[in-house]
């Protein structure tokens, strides 16, 4: 099944008889839409209003769907709104005070004048910020726009949705506040000189969502000159989870990961730095191909072989990862039977994990589950336990084994809404930090 882009919210009204709302399902499924979320909004004395999510394909499939609930005799199709654009309106987060302002006591406790002698106390012991205010426990989510997702370089407010998402994230999964910084710089000296400025308000920095090759420079940099953990997430929060994956998908297939042949599409931000978690966790053949001569030079510099052409990468690797940003790019004439492909790219993968497996992949998935979402809450909710002032390769491969552990046999990542996972990485983070 093809993957469902066009998510529309559709206000359906229908007689108030057993039968009907399933008419209307009926109808929606036998078009091919995809139902999700039914709400009842309101009841009348001979109908029923109902909100239903619907996904379709495209903008064609979409308008034959609705054609088809509107033909249904008795069925009034009020109105059709965009699920996700409305879920955005006003956006995604919300800064709120943890203490309640009721009373003028409370007001001189909250700020002024009580605060200043918290000012006082953290002035004499600078350590007492993490006592006496949220630094300890906030996260800067830095990006300039220049690799939104697989969108490309399309500026730091167009990738507000995406800084709001991985901050909402936080909240919900590790209690971290996540606070969205936007550069108007893609100039990696103004990157760190300005994160280096503010980063004294912030337990940590994470990196989102910066192109290649400027990322290296910038994470680098600022990990030597800051003495707060930095991560860049598109780098080693997708190669903590890509490793999770790999190693799950070779303990159900009953293979040694360090003997199976890794071919990564796409050395950029992501792609480099599966290849490198691949190769220190002791995969031997760990090849790779990009676009960019100098992308493939990196790749050997760490120890990787680039090759020339995506035929014959695929035609060599047992394990294929795409990470492009170029949907469609993997031809499903290209798989071999048995092998893994995991086409990460968002918001569309280089193969739907469906074609894959029916061209004959033993496993795929697409960055929908294999996602680093299931990384970076628990890596910084760990490292911000343990008060660390970095985070470590030992802490990056500790996080995708307890990833791996959570996974269920058969699958190769583990549900990211299960609170669980984030724990265990937490706690997996922690201890190392604490060795
Ligand atoms: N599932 C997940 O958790 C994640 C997925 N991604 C996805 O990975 C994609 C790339 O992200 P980044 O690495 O941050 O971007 P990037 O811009 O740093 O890297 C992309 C690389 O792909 C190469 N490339 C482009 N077209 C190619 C082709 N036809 N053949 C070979 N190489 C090609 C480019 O030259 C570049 O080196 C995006 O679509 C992003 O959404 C990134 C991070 C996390
Ligand atoms: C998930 C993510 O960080 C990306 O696609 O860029
Ligand atoms: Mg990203």
Redo the contacts with the bound molecule.
């Keep these: 099944m093809a993957e469902k882009n066009v998510i529309r919210a559709l206000m359906v009204q229908t007689p108030s008889l057993p039968g009907n709302l399933g008419r209307v399902a009926s109808a929606i499924g036998m078009m091919g839409g995809d139902i999700g979320e039914i709400e009842t909004v309101q009841v009348g004395p001979t109908w029923t209003m109902r909100n239903i999510i619907v996904s379709c394909d495209s903008e064609t499939h979409l308008q034959e769907v609705l054609e088809t609930v509107r033909n249904l005799e008795g069925v009034i199709l009020h109105a059709v709104s965009d699920d996700v654009l409305q879920a955005h309106e006003g956006g995604k987060i919300h800064m709120t005070s943890r203490l309640d302002i009721h009373s003028i006591s409370d007001l001189r406790r909250v700020y002024t004048p009580g605060v200043a002698e918290v000012c006082r106390e953290i002035e004499k012991d600078p350590e007492k910020a993490r006592i006496y205010t949220s630094i300890g426990n906030s996260v800067a989510i830095v990006t300039d726009g220049t690799?939104i997702?697989?969108l490309g370089d399309i500026g730091s407010v167009a990738g507000m949705p995406v800084m709001e998402g991985k901050a909402a994230l936080f909240d919900r999964f590790v209690g971290i506040s996540g606070i969205p910084i936007l550069l108007n710089t893609k100039d990696p000296d103004e990157i760190v000189r300005t994160v280096k400025n503010i980063a004294s308000g912030f337990g940590g920095i994470l990196l989102e969502?910066i192109?290649?090759p400027h990322?290296f420079e910038v994470e680098e940099r600022l990990k030597n000159e800051l003495d707060i953990p930095v991560m860049h997430d598109?780098q080693h929060?997708?190669a903590v989870?890509t490793l999770a994956a790999v190693i799950s998908a070779c303990r159900s297939a009953g293979v040694d990961l360090k003997d199976a042949s890794v071919g990564q599409?796409?050395?950029?931000?992501?792609?480099l730095a599966i290849c490198r978690m691949c190769m220190a966790y002791g995969v031997s053949d760990v090849v790779g191909?990009?676009?960019?001569e100098d992308?493939k030079a990196r790749l050997a510099q760490y120890g990787g072989a680039p090759v020339d052409s995506?035929p014959e990468l695929m035609e060599r690797c047992d394990i294929v990862i795409a990470?492009?940003?170029?949907p469609g790019?993997i031809k499903k004439e290209w798989i071999r039977k048995g092998q893994v492909i995991l086409s990460?790219?968002?918001p569309k993968p280089e193969i739907e994990p469906e074609e894959a497996l029916a061209a004959g992949a033993a496993y795929a998935a697409d960055?929908r589950s294999?996602?680093?979402v299931l990384g970076f809450p628990g890596i910084f909710r760990g490292v911000l336990n343990a008060r660390s002032t970095e985070i470590t390769p030992q802490m990056l491969t500790a996080a995708a084994e307890a990833i791996a552990a959570c996974t269920k046999p058969g699958y190769l990542v583990p549900n990211p809404l299960n609170a669980r996972v984030h724990q265990v990485v937490a706690e997996a983070v922690e201890t190392v930090a604490h060795s």
């Design positions: 690799a997702l697989g969502d192109g290649s990322c598109d929060g997708t989870v599409i796409g050395l950029g931000a992501a792609g191909v990009d676009l960019s992308a995506l990470t492009t940003g170029v790019l990460l790219s968002n960055g294999v996602n680093n």
